[in-house]
């Protein structure tokens, strides 16, 4: 089985950087990887960690250390359409196939 | 373009009624997923097609059933919906198993009356 922890809520200022942490614990692990969903719309992909260590693409960094079992989502320069939940999700072979399971997501309130 | 299309937007159905959920995707993926996601919740995996071999999820309702006529369309069937089967149900796909990550369709947001 598989279990992710990430706080349910986050709120900052325009041009602030915030950091969502996710920690897990998965029977396997194929990597941690990030969704955006706005509220009503579909969870969009931002970006997947397999190995060790900081991706970042564009205003958006992920970081993963999986001898702690422990990833962050690094979002800088923060705009008021950064407001949104984020989930962490983890793919790991459980009985079903490479299961991609989600946390319950962080709410992030971006204010002017 | 959209590539998962959901139709429609918004269901409404009576408690105990019927109800088929569709999906479309133009993207030649092999898996189809299909999600519930509850307010302020993480979306829940139902079943997922791996090209036509059918994979549900072991805490999935048997009232909730799937099927996949071809590649590119998917459908859930929801034999006798429950108060408790309003949900947002969204649609993904993904190139495979293994590697894919899933892209999701907008979602279909279904009330029970």
């Known amino acids: 089985g598989q279990s992710l922890e990430q706080p349910s809520e986050v709120t900052a200022v325009e041009g602030a950087i915030v950091q969502i942490n996710c920690t897990y614990q998965?029977?396997?692990?194929?990597?941690l990887s990030w969704y955006q969903q706005h509220d009503g719309g579909a969870p969009t992909f931002l970006s997947y960690?397999?190995?060790?260590g900081l991706e970042e693409t564009g205003r958006f960094s992920s970081f993963l250390s999986r001898s702690d079992s422990y990833g962050y989502l690094l979002l800088q320069e923060l705009q008021m359409k950064d407001s949104a939940s984020y989930f962490c999700a983890v793919r790991d072979q459980g009985s079903n196939d490479y299961k991609l399971s989600f946390g319950a997501g962080t709410t992030v309130t971006v204010r002017a | 373009d959209a590539m998962v299309i959901q139709n429609p937007r918004y269901q409404v159905t009576q408690f105990g009624k019927p109800v088929t959920l569709s999906c479309s995707q133009t993207?030649?993926?092999?898996?189809m997923y299909w999600y519930q996601q509850k307010s302020s919740q993480a979306p829940k995996l139902l079943f997922h097609y791996y090209d036509k071999d059918f994979n549900n999820e072991a805490d999935t309702p048997d009232n909730f059933q799937s099927r996949r006529p071809n590649t590119s369309f998917c459908f859930l069937d929801i034999r006798s919906p429950g108060l408790g089967d309003a949900a947002m149900y969204l649609c993904?796909?993904?190139?495979?198993?293994?590697?894919?990550?899933?892209?999701f369709g907008d979602g279909t947001r279904l009330s029970i009356l």
């Open positions: 993207l030649n993926h092999n898996v």
């Open positions: 960690n397999g190995l060790d």
């Open positions: 993904a796909t993904s190139r495979d198993i293994e590697l894919g990550f899933p892209h």
């Open positions: 998965t029977s396997g692990f194929y990597g």
